[in-house]
């Protein structure tokens, strides 16, 4: 298995837990505590991409960032996470509102376009590229 492939799979395993909690989270403040879907999603999205940055920084890509960097590569990972999270209210406002999907089905197809996006853009932009 070449070094892509099995980061995909680490990346999908990551992802995969990150994604339970962020459902988890999202319907527990949606349907018990009666948060607006979007609010909902918003701050499960954070909650999740708090874990995703720890696992995946640690599990699936090798930092082009050293120990005194640690802090610009957070913010890093954010700020493609915060583009990551507009993807997804952007896709889950029109799955819901305009498509009149359930918002966990909505949830669902917004994830599939994010997650792409996140594995591209953290290959891109935080990988070592000299790394084994």
């Known amino acids: 298995m070449t070094k892509v492939l ?3 799979a680490k990346f999908g395993l990551v992802g995969v837990v990150a994604t339970v909690l962020d459902f988890l989270i999202l319907f527990v403040l949606a349907d ?8 909902a999603a918003a ?9 995703n940055y720890a696992a ?3 599990y699936v890509f090798t930092s082009r960032f050293g120990e005194a960097e640690k802090r610009q590569e957070l913010l890093l990972f954010f700020t493609l996470s915060v583009i990551g999270l507009g993807l997804n209210q952007v896709l889950m ?3 819901v509102d305009q498509v009149a999907l359930h918002y966990l089905v909505a949830k669902i197809a917004a994830t599939v376009f994010v997650m792409a996006w996140n594995f591209i853009s953290r290959k891109i932009w935080l990988e070592d590229k000299n790394a084994g």
């Open 6 to 8: 099995a980061q995909v």
């Open 32 to 39: 018990f505590i009666g948060l607006h879907y979007l609010t």
């Open 43 to 51: 701050l499960a999205f954070v909650a999740a991409t708090l874990f």
């Open 56 to 58: 995946s920084m640690r």
């Open 93 to 95: 406002w029109v799955f």
